[in-house]
């Protein structure tokens, strides 16, 4: 069982912030064109079983937590011993850094493309990881901070969707159901990348004044999440055609060229800038996640190993050069990602059901 100190602990509410900071980030800018290129303009239907099968799996999670009263580390032990439990809490590390590392080359990627095509990647990833450092070594109440401000400063985007509204053709959305159910439902896997990181949970859990109800918040952060990816969906099958949405890689980025201020020339720069602090929020609860997780299994320094992980993560970050590696790590982490959320805590809550049963049998 995991012990923390009351000053280190934030209330329950704060789930809502956690889930959807880390949710809402790179991605939003651009995953229209992947669920395009699978169901047309059905993807939007991708996003609302994508939304339930999420919900069904922080569920899961919580009924594997309430009952340990610890983080995953605690449960892995508890279910597989030390040494194969301590595996599979480091195969979750990994995961974590695999996913910073992810979020933070599909960022830089795009001030490349849309703002500064000449910037070195090796020096704007320290920069960005430092930051993440100084937010990480502050502890997990300054990283619930900063997950506040990830969740407001996404508000604007809303905003901005009424421009495009003027040009858009909402015949585009017909017909419904011009897929089968079986292509919606294999798109939902497309959907994954999109909604990643709501597993941190499994890290942060024991970091609640009162674990238990923070469940409603969590599920309220991931529908909020759901509820935006699916308007910025359907706004862009409006606005755009099928043909389009295909061969656009950011069209949410695109849409935005259109908006027009008096004061503001290019929102779209503005826009990729602030974006730094909406993906913020990803890079550091993957990062105190894998670096917490870390602590847990080799009994060091968090500070001491988030270095190390940071350093990792800023070397695979020099690695990815080109557009094909780049979405080629994006297709590895979705697909690690699916298989975790989908497969293995389903795996790992039908495994618990059976542990304590046997369990209760032989206490009785």
């Known amino acids: 069982m995991t ?27 651009g995953f229209q064109r992947v669920l395009t290129k699978a169901v047309g303009n059905d993807a939007w239907m991708s996003f609302i079983l994508g939304g ?12 594997i937590l309430n009952k340990q009263d610890g983080d995953i580390t605690d449960v892995h032990r508890a279910f597989f011993g030390k040494w194969i439990g301590s595996a599979f809490s480091t195969l979750l590390v990994l995961y974590f850094c695999l996913l910073t590392l992810t979020i933070l080359r599909s960022y830089i990627e795009v001030v490349q493309v849309w703002m500064f095509p000449g910037i070195r990647i090796s020096l704007f990833s320290i920069v960005i990881l430092i930051i993440v450092f100084y ?66 949970l499994l890290f942060y859990y024991p970091f609640f004044k009162e674990p238990k109800k923070s469940q409603k918040w969590a599920h309220l952060g991931s529908e909020s999440t759901i509820f935006i990816y699916l308007l910025v969906m359907i706004v862009s099958i409006a606005y755009f055609s099928e043909e389009q949405l295909i061969r656009n890689i950011w069209a949410t980025l695109t849409m935005l060229k259109i908006v027009q201020l008096p004061f ?101």
């Open 135 to 200: 937010i990480v070594n502050g502890g997990l109440r300054t990283v619930t901070g900063i997950a506040v401000l990830g969740v407001v400063m996404p508000g604007y985007l809303l905003f901005s969707l009424f421009y495009p509204l003027k040009y858009a053709f909402f015949e585009n959305l017909l017909p419904i159901f011009d897929h089968s159910m079986i292509d919606i439902l294999k798109s939902t896997k497309d959907v994954s990348l999109s909604v990643l990181g709501f597993e941190t």
């Open 3 to 29: 012990t923390i100190p009351d000053r280190l602990k934030v209330s329950p509410f704060f789930s809502f912030y956690l889930v959807q900071a880390i949710q809402i980030g790179v991605g939003i800018l």
């Open 264 to 364: 503001v020339e290019r929102i779209e720069y503005v826009a990729i800038s602030s974006w730094l602090f909406v993906i913020l929020p990803n890079l550091c609860l993957a990062m105190w996640s894998a670096s917490r997780g870390a602590k847990r299994v080799f009994k060091k320094k968090q500070r001491t190993l988030l270095v190390v992980l940071l350093l990792l993560v800023c070397a695979g970050s020099c690695v990815l050069k080109t557009r094909e590696q780049i979405e080629m790590i994006s297709d590895f982490t979705a697909e690690i990602g699916f298989y975790l959320i989908y497969g293995y805590i389903p795996f790992l809550f039908l495994f618990s059901i059976i542990f304590y049963r046997m369990k209760g049998r032989k206490s009785a």
């Open 52 to 63: 339930i099968g999420v919900h069904v799996v922080i569920w899961m999670m919580y009924q």
